[in-house]
């Protein structure tokens, strides 16, 4: 079986799992028992500081682990990313869609991650953020762990602005610009999200650039960063984003099937450098087309 040097790393969740394996195989169920315990007993689960962990080992929430991914016949995803920027301390890339960040699911060497570390070399590559596997534009990675830290604290203190562009469904009858507050929080199955009552814990701001008849042309901000948060709130607003096949409800789609690609791009990123101070800014090369 192939597997990769490149670790995937979590952590680990509030649950009532009493050992590690208990814990992995519900929160993955797509991995049988019998991998999980196959990777334990070569080494392959470890803790942050790379020590080997055992399967009965009690689940800590709030530990981070370390485990490496391992797939057979890994589909090869037919899109390349391009190289926007690239210095000691940072790299920008613009990414494609249906390509994952990281390895997740079936996907460990066709991952951008994995295609960067492999183009340039640098093992010390690291996502700074995330954006779906379908969503396309660009991603910032650090390239220096020495530098790292004053990089994620933009993320953490809401310094970066993130500008998203996106095709739905018109929404003639709401006044833009305007901006959408509420409580996301996990929904069925496991990896969706979904509104819920309560105090809102995210906000979305959204703006009209292009009308043009029954599908326009959407500016979204995500003031802060849940999971798909732009995705769930179109879908509440009543124009979830065209190709989504999550929301506002959950669609079959083939691994392989690049026909209908969701029209949602990560456009732009703005940030004041935190080593030198100058005003930095990046813009996806990438467009949506109407279907």
């Known amino acids: 079986m192939p597997d990769t040097d490149l670790p995937s790393r979590l952590q680990l969740p509030p649950g009532a799992w009493p050992n590690l394996v208990e814990g992995l195989c519900a929160r993955f169920p797509g991995v049988s028992r019998a991998q999980w315990l196959d990777r334990f007993a070569r080494g392959r689960v470890q803790a942050a500081d790379g020590t080997a962990l055992t399967a009965q ?164 901000e995500p003031v802060t960063g849940r999971k798909h948060q732009l995705r769930v709130h179109m879908a509440a607003l009543g124009a979830p984003i065209i190709g989504d096949d999550c929301y506002p409800q959950l669609l079959p789609r083939a691994p392989d099937d690049y026909r209908a690609p969701l029209q949602l791009l990560a456009k732009r990123l703005a940030f004041v450098d935190p080593l030198d101070g100058r005003q930095r800014e990046f813009i996806s090369e990438r467009t949506l087309s109407y279907p």
Not at 70 to 80: K, L, N, R, Y
Request: hydrophobic residues 40%; proline residues 7%.
């Open 57 to 220: 080992q009690p689940w800590l929430a709030g530990q981070e682990i370390v485990y490496f991914r391992e797939v057979e016949a890994e589909p090869v995803i037919p899109f390349s990313e391009q190289v926007l920027h690239h210095d000691e301390h940072l790299l920008v890339a613009d990414k494609p869609h249906f390509l994952p960040v990281t390895p997740a699911g079936r996907y460990v060497r066709q991952t951008l991650l994995a295609r960067l570390i492999a183009s340039t070399g640098n093992r010390e590559l690291v996502p700074l953020h995330r954006i779906d596997r379908g969503t396309a534009g660009l991603v910032l990675f650090s390239c220096n762990p020495q530098s790292r830290a004053a990089y994620q604290r933009l993320f953490a203190q809401r310094l970066i602005r993130k500008h998203y562009q996106a095709l739905a469904p018109a929404l003639p009858e709401l006044v833009f610009p305007l901006e959408r507050n509420s409580r996301i929080e996990r929904g069925e199955p496991f990896h969706r999200m979904a509104e819920h009552d309560g105090l809102a814990n995210c906000c979305s701001r959204i703006e009209v650039i292009e009308r043009g008849g029954a599908i326009w042309r959407y500016a979204l």
